[in-house]
């Protein structure tokens, strides 16, 4: 399952291949999908990507002066999803958006899930009751962590808390077992316990 970072690799990735490309024309989603559609068509466009914790966003950009809005929609992977950008006549299966570009023959990136547990919901904010991200803002994850261990969140044992993505916005199962293991933090202790002692540890 795409976790934290892999979402920054696909963020990396996006900004990497897009780069210089003109996208064109309406975004295409596949009729079996049971996210929204994206409202947004244009003549040219780029796309950049940003991402956080288990979290991707798109910014789709007008170019000219035609004075259409930027739009924006943001990702989670679920079990299976990816970003690809291909020939736009190749299009990998179970591909739920696919934004073409205007060069001939046209290339497409693709939202591709072949599980169907991936989402995407309009507008740039990200999901409400996330906690800082991981990787990217540490030391406000850092903080939010130490300051609310009261909460009782934190009565639960470690391997449980550390899924809590109001905590620990981009770990789920695989990193969570590597972090524990790494450790070697009995994965039952309770996650005060194991994080209390790093309220006064110097950072």
């Known amino acids: 399952m795409p976790e934290g970072p ?11 291949q897009c780069d210089g490309l003109v996208f064109a024309g309406a975004v295409e989603r596949s009729p079996v999908s049971k996210s929204p559609a994206v409202p947004f068509a244009s003549p040219a466009y780029r796309i950049s990507a940003a991402t956080r914790g288990k979290e991707l966003r798109l910014t789709l950009a007008p170019l000219g ?29 179970h ?3 696919r934004f073409v570009t205007c060069e ?3 290339r497409a990136l693709c939202f591709v899930d072949a599980r169907r547990f991936g989402r995407w919901q309009l507008g740039a ?5 996330r906690g800082p991200c991981v990787l990217a803002e540490y030391a406000a994850f850092r903080e939010n962590v130490l ?9 639960r044992p470690i391997c449980e808390a550390l899924l809590n993505q109001k905590y620990f916005n981009g ?9 524990l293991y790494r450790l070697k933090i009995p994965p039952f202790e309770k996650a005060r316990t194991v994080l209390e002692a790093l309220k006064h540890r110097q950072q």
């Open 125 to 129: 904010e990200w999901q409400p009751g």
């Open 6 to 16: 892999e979402l920054a690799l696909a963020g990396r990735y996006v900004n990497a």
């Open 171 to 179: 770990i789920g199962n695989y990193l969570r077992a590597e972090i």
């Open 147 to 155: 300051k609310n261990l009261a909460d009782k969140a934190f009565d």
């Open 95 to 97: 591909t739920h958006l």
């Open 65 to 93: 002066d035609d004075g259409a809005p930027e739009a924006a929609l943001v990702l989670r992977f679920g079990m299976s999803g990816s970003l690809r950008l291909c020939a736009a006549a190749d299009a990998p299966r």
């Open 104 to 106: 001939r023959p046209p």
